[in-house]
């Protein structure tokens, strides 16, 4: 099975509004990575983290190795944040693999 | 600023033929690697590599090769091409510590 499960796959938020996204983790994840792919298909690095959290702005990530997830959460909207999000944990960080899950689509509508 | 440059962005190549796939990056970062990302499939690790002269093997290393000449290097090569690697492949570097992954742009390869 997925070893990471994003939830949910796809996401409409009206402009302004707040929402989570959430990845579930079924192998020993040790660090997290979130990741926003924009529409002209760029990765772009949002966050790396190490059980705790970490907030840039609008975004705030948290992750719990004990309980195996991690959350992304989006306030106050905007257009820009459409894309697709994705996560990817790492379970030994000297084998250098990073597990993806297979992304949560969002859609914010004026 | 991290940068990962990926070239050709697109690419269009027989079936049995050879593609080589390029990636360079300024960051001096050690680590490097080949992903291809499918529809339903998320992405997925193909190689990687700890430094100039080695590579390792991803999750599906079969029907590719890998090559790291130097530091800011790091090739894909497809031997024999076939459709099922119709795909998008990304390159990306990462630092030994913290190993935040800076992505290249990914190229858009078609196997016909």
């Known amino acids: 099975g997925d070893k990471v499960k994003q939830s949910p796959s796809a996401l409409s938020l009206q402009e302004g509004t707040n929402s989570a996204l959430r990845c579930n983790f079924s192998?020993?994840?040790?660090?997290v990575q979130w990741f926003l792919q924009n529409p002209r298909g760029s990765l772009i690095n949002l966050f790396y983290?190490?059980?705790g959290t970490k907030e840039n702005g609008r975004l705030k990530s948290a992750f719990d190795s004990k309980e195996s997830y991690s959350t992304l959460h989006i306030r106050d909207a905007q257009l820009e944040d459409s894309g697709t999000y994705f996560c990817?944990?790492?379970?030994?960080?000297?084998?250098?693999?990073?597990?993806f899950g297979k992304g949560t689509s969002l859609t914010v509508i004026p | 600023e991290a940068a990962v440059t990926q070239s050709p962005r697109n690419k269009v190549a027989v079936t049995g033929g050879k593609v080589t796939l390029s990636c360079n990056q300024t960051?001096?970062?050690?680590?490097m690697y080949w992903y291809r990302q499918d529809t339903g499939h998320g992405l997925r690790l193909i190689h990687y590599?700890?430094?100039?002269?080695?590579?390792e093997k991803g999750d599906i290393p079969d029907g590719y090769k890998a090559s790291r000449p130097s530091q800011e290097n790091f090739s894909l090569i497809l031997e024999l091409a076939t459709p099922s690697q119709t795909s998008v492949y990304f390159c990306?570097?990462?630092?030994?510590?913290?190993?935040?992954?800076?992505f290249g742009a990914g190229t858009r390869l078609s196997v016909l």
């Open positions: 990306a570097s990462g630092d030994a510590g913290e190993n935040t992954l800076y």
């Open positions: 192998i020993a994840a040790t660090t």
């Open positions: 983290l190490v059980p």
């Open positions: 990817a944990a790492e379970e030994d960080p000297g084998y250098q693999n990073f597990y």
């Open positions: 960051n001096n970062h050690n680590n």
């Open positions: 590599s700890y430094g100039a002269g080695s590579t």
